[in-house]
């Protein structure tokens, strides 16, 4: 599944082809997404608008369009946003389309959504409902603020503030990453990740971090999701062979540390790094550096 890196990496790289631009018609091939499209809806919103900016808030995909409205993207476990020449054929399971205004001496382009498994969304809000929305009401403050989107909380985000949150959580540490409530975006790969730089067990309840630990995790966190964001992403084929929106592969995988290493050696001790299942997620580790 997309997650934070990949989809800050899809804003960044989409921002060029489509700021500015007009949609001039929407083509829904298949509205059969976890929210239901409405052909109709979706073209009487979306279509003659302004793409006006991009955001990012948690997983999410905010296309800001002129009249107040904005158009969510989630891409769920295999979907994929890229911008491609509108002769290119299309693959079946491009469902939705948006056919962009012309730039002088270029082809004609197109925003397509591909999503093979149908487990992402697409949907119209007016820009004073986000904050609001079901969609987005739930996720608690951006690890990296300066990133934060619209309606992300702005309260401080500190060791001191995650340990108060938790001082009562039996739960792991690593499902409380997870939980997009404490903390927006991190996902499976990235909280495997932190885990290992801060050297905590992943298994250790959340309510036995102290603030000094907390704060070592969050500084852990933010550096891991920079890092992958300046490799663009990670691309691992059971994660959707993730690509960006001019259809390049991340780089990330080459630098993780524990994730999808299980039985390979500790960069640091050489002890062979372990598997384990949580919530129904794979997490890797290493038993003597994470204590």
């Keep these: 599944m997309p997650e934070l890196p990949e989809v800050e990496t899809i804003r960044r790289s989409l ?7 007009t949609v001039r018609e929407v083509v829904v ?10 052909p109709s809806a979706m073209r009487e919103r979306v279509a003659g608008r302004r793409i006006a900016g991009l955001e990012r808030r948690g997983k999410y995909l905010l296309c800001e369009l002129s009249g107040d409205a904005v158009l969510v993207f989630h891409l769920g476990m295999s979907g994929r946003l890229t911008v491609v020449p509108a002769e290119r054929p299309l693959d079946p399971h491009d469902h ?11 082809p004609a382009e197109e925003l397509r959504l591909r999503d093979p498994r149908r487990f992402g969304l697409a949907v119209v809000l007016d820009r004073r409902e986000v904050a609001s929305s079901p969609l987005f009401a739930h996720l608690g403050p951006e690890p990296i603020a300066e990133l934060a989107g619209p ?7 500190d060791g001191g503030a995650l340990r108060d949150r938790t001082r ?15 903390l927006a975006g991190v996902g499976n790969i990235y909280a495997c990740e932190s ?55 991340g780089a990330f995988q080459v630098s993780l540390a524990v994730y999808g290493r299980e039985g390979e050696p500790c960069l640091r001790c050489r002890r062979p790094i372990r598997r384990i299942v949580q919530t129904g997620r794979s997490t890797f580790y290493c038993s003597r550096c994470q204590r």
Excluded: C
Aim: aromatic residues 4%.
């Design 29 to 38: 091939r298949n509205g059969d997404f976890r929210l239901p499209v409405d």
């Design 195 to 249: 885990l290992y730089r801060a050297g905590i067990d992943p298994r250790t309840p959340a309510g036995r971090l102290g603030s000094r630990r907390w704060t070592r995790l969050l500084t852990a966190v933010r550096a891991v999701l920079a890092d992958a964001i300046a490799e663009g992403g990670t691309s691992l084929d059971d994660y959707g062979d993730f690509r960006d929106g001019d259809g390049d592969p």
């Design 96 to 106: 939705l389309l948006l056919k962009l205004s012309g730039r002088r001496g270029r």
């Design 168 to 182: 009562r959580r039996r739960a792991p540490i690593k499902a409380l990453l997870l939980d997009a409530r404490l």
């Design 151 to 157: 309606g992300a909380p702005q309260a401080m985000l």
């Design 15 to 21: 921002m060029p082809h489509l700021v500015g631009r």
